[in-house]
């Protein structure tokens, strides 16, 4: 079985740090993707990388997929109340329909 | 915009009836899907569907079974609901079969009592 391990579970932090989330496996996926939560909605995607090695920057938000696709990282410089939310990564295997998802990265900014 | 619809946000039911978590896409979307969200676990797939009348077993089918008789409409069905069903329901659809994104309703939290 497939498992997506996220880390930290939790993180509560102040308005202006920096942090990062990690993803992940031990298993090779062709894509992964980072989504967003936010409370009473479904998840919302940010991103998906698809190269080993590949970065993306979103704003104050980078992603990165490791060199083996097998792990991810999203760091978020200078945080703001408005990324609180709980962070999901969800990997993908080219030619099933199956999306693994993370447990997930609960993240509470506070101002 | 594109909208993925949850018929009930919350639901509270008693052991033993039986359930019907609808969901409805206007994006014409090949591909839907149903997962649970439980906290700590992520997000486990129940079923997915890659066409009408088309369903595959997810991880977690046990206690449950869908129905696709229209190509924007999955439904989800409990057919005896038990308590460890308690739960937030995710609906999404999505484009592409491989790498695409998926978009999710709002969720429906039932409560088995």
């Known amino acids: 079985t497939q498992l997506l391990e996220q880390s930290p579970q939790f993180l509560s932090i102040q308005e202006g740090e920096n942090l990062t989330v990690y993803c992940n496996s031990s298993s090779v996926f062709s894509s992964l993707q980072w989504y967003r939560q936010e409370p009473g909605e479904g998840p919302v995607l940010l991103v998906t990388?698809?190269?080993?090695?590949e970065v993306k920057k979103l704003k104050r938000l980078t992603f990165q997929f490791g060199d083996a696709r097998k792990d991810s990282s999203l760091h978020i410089t200078a945080a703001q109340p408005g990324d609180t939310g709980l962070y999901l990564c969800?990997?993908?295997?080219?030619?099933?329909?199956?999306?693994?998802f993370g447990t997930g990265t609960r993240l509470k900014v506070l101002a | 915009d594109v909208k993925v619809t949850q018929s009930s946000r919350y639901l509270v039911k008693r052991t033993g009836e039986k359930v019907f978590l609808e969901c409805v896409q206007d994006m014409d979307h090949e591909n839907m899907f149903w997962y649970r969200q439980d906290p700590g676990l992520g997000l486990r797939l129940i079923y997915f569907s890659y066409d009408v009348k088309m369903k595959e077993k997810g991880d977690i089918p046990e206690g449950y079974s869908v129905s696709r008789e229209k190509k924007e409409r999955f439904s989800l069905i409990l057919e005896s609901a038990s308590t460890n069903q308690t739960s937030m329901y995710l609906c999404a659809s999505s484009l592409f079969r491989n790498t695409g994104e998926l978009f999710f309703g709002e969720g429906s939290r039932l409560t088995v009592l």
């Open positions: 969800a990997g993908h295997t080219s030619g099933t329909y199956k999306y693994i």
């Open positions: 990388v698809v190269t080993g090695g």
